[in-house]
């Protein structure tokens, strides 16, 4: 993967552009912009406006109206943007036409996901894995990337192989798309050998949104060193600890974090990370309960342990981040989760507060497991004092 050549001093000033289509309201597709803004700064650009439509559905040229269009284009002359970054993912069409009529950069959420993942990956796995993603989303839009390349001159959105000249080739692009595929088909079967021969210790996997907390929590039951950065996908590698509650020992993992709308190229080329969350025993789905939009949140990490299969284990929910909340808020949280069918509890990872009660509630999880397991031994795990 080809790293940034260009050294931006200044951030790109962006603009962002959402849709408020059937089934959504403004106050949905504001949050939304909320976290693509977020996705920007994240890449290293700066918004400076956003635009909001109501249409039923997107226009399948320019994907939103005319009058719309012509006001984007007047605000990008008047304001010398260099990027427009869309909320949703755009069709090759969509964005060979508006590069045409913007005439500046265009992006969609898929594009800045993946670049954002191309600044986090750090070892060859991931680098590869992301390399992969970032093809197969280029492939279909090799048409006019050529002119759209020479305009770019590098920046957020132009991280990894969208630097290289042969998208003019596709058949090139196939064959790296093909090699990378068999280097990862031989990591995965190494990744499959390495958890094969972890034996019959239990398996817990954090999981939840990205930017969570979840690897501040690893570093505060494990003691693993795990990076942890207020960024969002501030850890692509799964990092994996064998730690030890009471008399108990078990494998703790820290995975990468979800988000909505996450690229299907990204949940394929992460197979074999998401294989640490699909062989495990226990999840902990770990939340920022300071979030507005928490519920939301929980929804989505949801639907993609669906999609990948691990919807069916059993989960603890960690409301975590909970020294950020006032009494009030607190007091409503408690009132929310009472209901949820899971082991729930709140929790500040940072501050380290009711971490007791959480190795409480996953300890007696573990030995469940461990009883099955080891049904002689029963005797050996009695009920934990902290």
């Known amino acids: 993967m080809i790293e940034n050549k260009f050294f931006n001093k200044e951030p790109e000033k962006a603009v962002l552009v959402g849709l408020i289509t059937t089934g959504q309201n403004k106050k949905q597709v504001e949050e939304y912009l909320d976290e693509l ?20 559905r997107p226009n399948p040229k320019t994907f939103v109206g005319k009058g719309k269009l012509e006001e984007i284009k007047r605000f990008i002359v008047d ?8 909320d949703d993912e755009l069709s090759p069409s969509q964005q060979f036409q508006l590069e045409k009529e913007l005439g500046v950069k265009i992006l969609d959420r898929t594009t800045l996901i993946l670049d954002i993942f191309a600044m986090r990956a750090q070892t060859a796995h991931a680098r590869t894995q992301v390399e992969l993603a970032q093809y197969e989303y280029l492939l279909p839009r090799l048409k006019g990337m050529w002119t759209h390349l020479e305009r770019q001159r590098g920046g957020i959105g132009m991280r990894g192989p969208g630097e290289r000249e042969i998208e003019t080739d596709r058949r090139i692009v196939q064959k790296r798309i093909s090699d990378l595929k068999k280097k990862l088909a031989k990591i995965d079967r190494q990744k499959q050998t390495q958890r094969s021969n ?22 505060v039951l494990a003691k693993a060193g795990v990076f942890a950065e207020n960024k969002l996908f501030a850890t692509l590698d799964t990092k994996v600890d064998k730690i030890q509650i009471g008399n ?38 770990v939340v ?20 990948i299969g691990a919807r069916d284990k059993p989960v603890i929910l960690v409301l975590n981040k ?21 082991k729930h509890v709140l929790i500040s990872a940072s501050k380290k507060l009711n971490l007791n009660e959480l190795k409480k509630i996953l300890y007696n999880e573990i030995r469940k497991i461990h009883v099955k397991r080891y049904p002689k031994n029963d005797f050996l795990y009695p009920d934990l004092e902290i």
Do not use: C, W
């Not at 995975?255 to 902990?284: A, C, H, M, N, W």
């Not at 920022?288 to 999609?307: G, M, R, Y």
């Open 288 to 307: 920022d309960a300071s979030h507005p939009d928490f519920e939301e949140q929980i929804k989505t990490v949801n639907e993609t342990l669906a999609e």
């Open 198 to 219: 972890r034996g019959k210790l239990v398996r817990v996997a954090l999981v939840g949104y990205t930017n969570v907390g979840k690897s501040t929590l690893m570093n």
């Open 37 to 56: 803004a977020f996705l920007v700064e994240t890449a290293g650009g700066k918004v400076i406006h956003r635009f909001i439509q109501r249409l039923d």
């Open 322 to 342: 909970i020294d950020l909340l006032t009494d009030e808020k607190l007091k409503k949280i408690k009132n929310i989760i009472k209901n949820y069918p899971v």
């Open 248 to 285: 108990i020992s078990f494998l703790l993992s820290d995975t990468v974090g979800f988000i909505r709308k996450l690229p299907t190229q990204l949940i394929e080329s992460f197979k074999s990370t998401l294989d640490e969350i699909r062989e495990s025993d226990i999840l902990l789905h």
């Open 79 to 86: 304001n010398q943007v260099d990027t427009v970054v869309f």
